[in-house]
């Protein structure tokens, strides 16, 4: 089993820059892929980025490619989020989630994290 606690998140103008950071317990981090998903209000939780357990291989979101890298650091048993390039769009609570793929739908996923608010502001 793992553990997620997410932190990083907050309040930015549109164009700034926010680290999510997802911090896991649990011996076995590094044998999960990891993914981070967000939620605005009244929509649906969807995909925004995925990275195998070793990092070598990453998936994004076509909202957020280019803007957005996930990242993550086993010996930290840590997963990150850097956002640039922030748009009012990309207000919504980020999940970080732990699974048997790195791919887009939340069925890969079975660990879960309670979520961090990123707003962003025009």
């Known amino acids: 089993q793992v553990q997620l606690v997410e932190s990083g998140g907050g309040l930015v103008q549109a164009g700034g820059s926010l680290r999510l950071s997802c911090a896991a317990s649990?011996?076995?981090?590094?044998?999960?892929?990891m993914g981070w998903f967000r939620q605005a209000p009244g929509k649906e939780r969807e995909f925004v980025a995925g990275?195998?357990?070793?990092?070598?291989?990453?998936l994004y979101a076509d909202s957020v490619k280019g803007r957005f890298t996930i990242s993550r650091d086993n010996a930290k048993n840590t997963v990150y989020l850097q956002m640039n390039s922030l748009k009012p769009e990309d207000t919504a609570v980020y999940y970080c989630?732990?699974?048997?793929?790195?791919?887009?739908?939340?069925?890969?996923?079975?660990?879960w994290g309670q979520g961090t608010q990123v707003t962003v502001s025009s």
């Open positions: 649990g011996r076995t981090f590094s044998t999960y892929h």
């Open positions: 990275i195998t357990w070793s990092g070598l291989n990453t």
């Open positions: 989630a732990a699974g048997a793929a790195a791919g887009g739908s939340l069925r890969e996923y079975g660990y």
